[in-house]
């Protein structure tokens, strides 16, 4: 099994920054592709940004100029950097990962809890 466990969450005013980390463990050969997820109430969820093994990075157009993504592929980790972050950045910021689990498995789609970032006027 994999599970994916986000922290950093949390309640800061509008401007700041948070840091997101989101660790994969389990039966892991490769993590091929990990990211960041949101949905704020009543919304759907929304790519926030993902980041491949090699290092490519996609942004969502709103947050490319605020939020970066990056990885530790050693430690199957990836962290989201928040800066000036606005009120409508509140949302369950949610990690997602497409593993190989063997060298011989196909890949599979696992989605972290969930963290809540809240941001205040």
């Known amino acids: 099994q994999v599970q994916l466990v986000e922290s950093g969450g949390g309640l800061v005013q509008a401007g700041g920054s948070l840091r997101l980390s989101c660790t994969a463990s389990?039966?892991?050969?490769?993590?091929?592709?990990m990211g960041w997820y949101r949905q704020a109430p009543g919304r759907q969820r929304e790519l926030v940004a993902t980041?491949?093994?090699?290092?490519?990075?996609t942004y969502a157009d709103s947050m490319k100029d605020r939020f970066t993504i990056s990885g530790d592929n050693a430690k199957k980790t990836v962290f989201l950097q928040m800066n000036s972050l606005k009120p409508e950045d509140t949302a369950v910021y949610y990690c997602?990962?497409?593993?190989?689990?063997?060298?011989?498995?196909?890949?599979?789609?696992?989605w972290g809890q969930g963290t809540q970032v809240t941001v205040s006027t």
């Open positions: 997602y990962a497409v593993v190989r689990r063997t060298l011989l498995s196909g890949l599979d789609h696992y």
């Open positions: 389990g039966t892991i050969f490769t993590a091929n592709f």
């Open positions: 980041i491949t093994s090699g290092g490519s990075t």
